[in-house]
């Protein structure tokens, strides 16, 4: 499955309510199965004025017609500034109507306000995966795990000690346990 470009008809709400915003719409499987809205902004400030009313025009403009696809609906923000990590979290881990992506700090002009640049980024984000045709066969998948997915790996076959290590590099490295009492 990848994404593509479509019509940006049925985000004409948020075109209208938001001219100082660009939105592109690209969808993947058959019915628009996934469907992902990008929203493009200039700065950080302009981000945090403006992401939680686009996602509720959004909730309210946007339905699928198939009660599968309506879960499946992400809002990819593309900012050209840096996002500081608190802006960047309140946005992700809000799950209200869609799953939220944030990228930022475009360092091309040549890339900023690129289709195929965010196509590529939202692929990989979105199915974990490179697609990129292959000579002979089509398509060829290009799978590349996190290094958080492979350190889970390494953690469900080791010793009681060895995940103990693990969890705590995890924790040394992000900075907090959310389970550990202050």
């Known amino acids: ?3 593509i470009s479509v019509s940006n008809e ?23 199965f996934i469907s992902c809205v990008v929203c493009w902004v200039e700065t950080s400030l302009q981000l945090e004025q403006k992401w939680n009313a686009v996602q509720n025009i959004l909730a309210l403009s946007y339905k699928s017609e198939r009660k599968v696809a309506r879960w499946n609906l992400y809002i990819a923000f593309l ?8 802006l960047r979290l309140l946005i992700q881990n809000d799950k209200f109507s869609a799953r939220k992506m944030v990228f930022d700090s475009w360092s091309s002009e040549t890339s900023w306000l690129d289709d195929k640049a965010a196509l590529k980024i939202l692929n990989y984000e979105i199915f974990e995966v490179d697609l990129s045709a292959a000579q002979s066969y089509g398509i060829m998948i290009d799978y590349a795990p996190s290094e958080l997915v ?11 000690e060895s995940k103990l290590e693990i969890i705590k590099e995890l924790v040394a490295e992000f900075g907090s346990d959310e389970n550990q009492k202050s």
Do not use: H, W
């Open 79 to 86: 900012c050209k500034e840096e996002v500081g990590k608190p």
């Open 1 to 3: 499955m990848n994404l």
């Open 10 to 32: 049925r985000l004409q709400r948020l075109i209208d309510d938001f001219p100082d915003l660009r939105f592109d719409l690209f969808t993947a499987g058959g019915d628009a």
């Open 150 to 160: 492979s350190r889970l790996k390494s953690y469900s076959k080791g010793t009681a």
